[in-house]
Every structure is written in C-alpha cells, then in structure tokens.
C-alpha cells in the first residue's frame, strides 16, 4: 500500500515561534495533498487542499496566513504554523492522494503532535 | 452538504464479543465512496474498506464485516469476536466526486475492550 510519512511526528515549541511540519508521498507521486487537525477526542477536520505548484485552498475558518502551505513536488507538502500559540496544540495529520478529482482513497500520514508553550 | 453521523461516542464491550458501529451519511449525490478508519491510541489512521455508492454487496474481512444500505443512507461496522487490539475510535468518512476528494469524516466511535 502507499506509504506517507509525516516529519516531526511530535514537537513542542514557545509561542511566538513558527514550526514546519512536512509530508511525504514515499512511493506514489501525490498530485492532491490534504492537511487536516484533530483536537483531542474530537474529529479530523480538514483545513486545506493542496495540489502540486498551486496555491493551496484553504476552509472556512483556517487563517492561510497563519497555517502556510506548499506543495512544491509531487512528493512533498509542507505545513507552516506562523507565530504559533497554545490554542494552535492540536494533532496534525496530513494525506496524500494520486487521484486527481476523482474521489479515492486517501492514504494518510501518521501524524504531528504540536504542543505550544 | 454532506455529513456523516456516528451516534455512539463510546462502546465498550468485554472480549468476545460482538460489537456494531453505526455510521448514517447524508449527500445528494449519486456518486460518492465510504470509508472506515481506525485510529488506535498512537493517532495514526489506518484504512479499513472502502466502498463506491454503486456496490451495495456487503463486505466481510476476517472477524470485520461491513453491512452498506442504501435505503436507510447507513454503512454500519461489525466487529465479531472483539479482541482487546481492537480498542481504538473508528471514524466513517464519506467523499463525493463533486468535491474534489474532500472527505467528511464523521465524529467517531471509541470502542474499548475489556480483556
């Protein structure tokens, strides 16, 4: 099966600080990629989609300045949460897909756990 | 809109037994895929099935079955014989073509069993 990793899979930082999280499609090429957050004991909500050299489309709600997205490969998306503070805790998990619009499987990352101080 | 409903916050059953998961989604399209995933206490999902709105044959894996009626918009999970590994929240998840892979994920079941 595809196989997606997801770098750090835990990080604590200070608030104030800016934190990369990265993900990575190791033996597909994924032309969408999907960043979601997950609060504790709640569900997984989707906070953008990224497709490869495009500009990544952001959800109701989820600031684009604060939670940057790149997705400059086929490869590789990476999250960037700006400034960071302690309501920005949360568990974050990336997927991958090779489908392009058609609705499939995505396979997903094991996840970031981000704790700010 | 879309939306999945998972009723049951919470199971917990003792070893051996038999459990379902329900799972009722809502959409207005014709074509759309069902998921179920299973997050175990380390918080990486894994991916059970998979099912497209056109397959309504129920699906059996093991000790996991997978009961899809289009009639009543459910997808339930059975679990037979429940093994204390199986203590996990398992999520149901719904796509829709027309929305560009977006999944809704339901807000999940946490089941625990007691050895």
């Known amino acids: 099966g595809a196989v997606v990793s997801q770098h750090p899979s835990r990080v604590i930082c200070k608030s104030g600080t800016s934190v990369k999280i990265e993900c990575r499609s190791l033996?597909?090429?994924?032309?969408?990629m999907f960043w979601y957050r997950q609060f504790p004991k709640q569900s997984l909500m989707l906070m953008a989609t990224s497709n490869e050299g495009s500009k990544a489309t952001y959800e109701q709600g989820v600031e684009k300045d604060k939670f940057l997205i790149n997705h400059a490969s086929l490869t590789l998306s990476t999250l960037t949460v700006t400034s960071a503070h302690p309501e920005d805790s949360s568990f974050y998990i990336c997927?991958?897909?090779?489908?392009?619009?058609?609705?499939?499987?995505?396979?997903f990352g094991p996840g970031t756990r981000l704790t700010v101080l | 809109a879309q939306k999945v409903t998972q009723a049951q916050t919470e199971i917990s059953v003792v070893e051996k037994e038999d459990v379902t998961l329900d799972c009722v989604y809502e959409t207005r399209d014709t074509t759309y895929y069902l998921f179920w995933y299973k997050q175990p206490p380390s918080g990486e999902l894994v991916f059970l099935i998979r099912r497209n709105s056109f397959d309504e044959q129920n699906e059996i894996s093991g000790r996991y079955s997978w009961n899809f009626q289009k009639s009543t918009s459910s997808f339930n999970f059975t679990i037979t014989a429940s093994q204390v590994v199986d203590s996990a929240v398992y999520f149901c998840?719904?796509?829709?073509?027309?929305?560009?892979?977006?999944?809704?994920f339901g807000p999940g079941t946490s089941l625990s069993v007691i050895p």
């Open positions: 997927s991958a897909s090779n489908s392009g619009r058609r609705a499939d499987t995505q396979y």
């Open positions: 033996d597909f090429q994924a032309t969408t």
């Open positions: 998840a719904l796509s829709v073509e027309t929305s560009y892979d977006k999944v809704i």
